[in-house]
């Protein structure tokens, strides 16, 4: 190959050697100020993905007989939309146990004052702890905000009409909060059942939230009183109080679901219109039979028994090994693990990812064993 020399190459020479000394002038010209610790974007990806930190328990309020609110006081700001549930974690007996809650606090509560509220029925082995022994001061951990049960303007209508049973009204709450302080702009029309009014959560402040974007409706199912509507929450309620165009958002039971679906249906609402929150996934109703799993997390293999009455999650919880989970419902696919080998059973529907179909994972959180299994799981929270 022939190289041309170019005219007055040795100029490039001369520019080469004032290179350092042009470079070290112009950093002796450069300001003295001390460069950023950190960059606008960092700290908005930071409140946007504050990942798992830890909680200060500061405040325990009584809801009603059988409901709670636990107050947080976060390390680092967050950001979540309204309907969301955050994983709340503690050490119970010498095991790292978490649980998923929906959010009750707005917020502007934790994006301005770092603060955090949930609120919990008393209904499982985690809640149960958390009635009875959680006290102010205590430090758990609380994860990033998760979930699809909020409003996206893109698809949903203007108004949504909120159904909520029980303790399902704590995400409705959150969204009422966040109408009234701007951070959602939507209207919400909340029609809350319960037994009795002594069941009512909220009550005084959702009353107090109430105004032209934000109407409540309470429906009583054990109990007469001229001021609530009795019974169920009925397609003939429903029709009373929505407007021609609404998107429908449900939380509560599955009983309430079951009978919810039917009064939908009479009414033509379905698909896309309609929004649930999943329910963690509970007990099945079996024959006891107890199997082996083997676990393999990174370098270590542990063996421990499953009952197959509970998934394959809670075995792993119950024999103390760090495994990760959110929604418990079999819907984020966090918790997916390899299959290596053996037969389960999935509660409810598939929610698999297709990928995941492919390649042979399931989700723990939603899958009962049916014989000894062999599981690759990723590592828990450390």
Known sequence: MNFKKKMFGWMDMLRFKKLVPNRRAEFDKAPATKIPDTYKVNSIAKILHPGNQKATLTGIATETSDTKTYTFSLERKMFFRAGQYVEL???IDGAVVSRP???SSSPYKALREKELSVTVKKAGFFSNWLFDNAKVGDEMIIGDPSGFFHYEAIKDEKTVVGIAGGSGITPFYSMAQAIKEGSEDFNLILIYGAKT???IAFKDRLDALASGKIKVVYVLSDEKNDKYEHGFITKEIIKKYAPEKYTVMACGPQAMYAFLDKELAAMGIGGKRVKKEANCVGVRDVKKAVYTLTVHIRDEVYTVKADNRETV??????????????????GCGFCHSKLVSGKFSIAGADKRRLADL??????PCCSYPDSDMELIVPAGLE
């Open 313 to 330: 999650l809670v075995a792993m919880e119950r024999a103390g090994l760090r495994v990760p989970s959110k929604c418990r419902a079999g």
């Open 101 to 103: 809650y929906a959010i």
């Open 89 to 91: 974690t503690a050490e």
């Open 358 to 363: 492919k390649f042979g994972y399931i989700h």
């Open 197 to 199: 009014e002594k069941d």
